[in-house]
Nanobody, 114 residues
Framework: VQLQASGGGLVQPGGSLRLSCIAS??????MGWFRQAPGKERDMVAR???????MYADAVKGRFTISRDNAKNMVYLQMNSLKPEDTAVYYC???????????WGQGTQVTVSS
C-alpha cells in the first residue's frame, strides 16, 4: 500500500485544516493519522476501523475528525480549533491486520502559530 498525504500548512491558533491521504491500490480496513513533533515520538492522533467507531487521542477529542471515502481511496483528518501544540509532521497510516504491517505516507507539516 502506498500512501500520499497532503493538506498541511501554516495556520493561526483557532484555525482549521483538512488533511487528505490517498491510498494505492486501496484503503485498508484500519486507517489512521499519526503525528510527530520535533524531539518526540510518533503518536496516534486518530484511527478508524472500517465499520467501527473512530478512536482519538485525548488531546484532539472534540476538535479532530477522521473520515474515509472508500470509493475514492481517501482518508481525511479535519482539524478544528488548532493549537500551537498541534504543530507536528502528520503521517497517514494503514495497518494490515493480516500481517501486522504498518504502511506510512511521507508526512505533511502542520504548523500552528500566530
Amino acid at each position: 500500500v502506498q500512501l500520499q498525504a497532503s493538506g498541511g500548512g501554516l495556520v493561526q491558533p483557532g484555525g482549521s485544516l483538512r488533511l487528505s491521504c490517498i491510498a494505492s491500490p486501496a484503503l485498508l480496513p484500519v486507517m489512521g493519522w499519526f503525528r510527530q513533533a520535533p524531539g518526540k515520538e510518533r503518536d496516534m492522533v486518530a484511527r478508524m476501523i472500517y465499520g467501527g467507531q473512530p478512536m482519538y487521542a485525548d488531546a484532539v477529542k472534540g476538535r479532530f475528525t477522521i473520515s474515509r471515502d472508500n470509493a475514492k481511496n481517501m482518508v481525511y483528518l479535519q482539524m478544528n480549533s488548532l493549537k500551537p501544540e498541534d504543530t507536528a509532521v502528520y503521517y497517514c497510516n494503514a495497518l494490515s491486520r493480516n500481517t501486522g504491517t504498518n504502511y506510512w505516507g511521507q508526512g505533511t507539516q502542520v504548523t500552528v502559530s500566530s
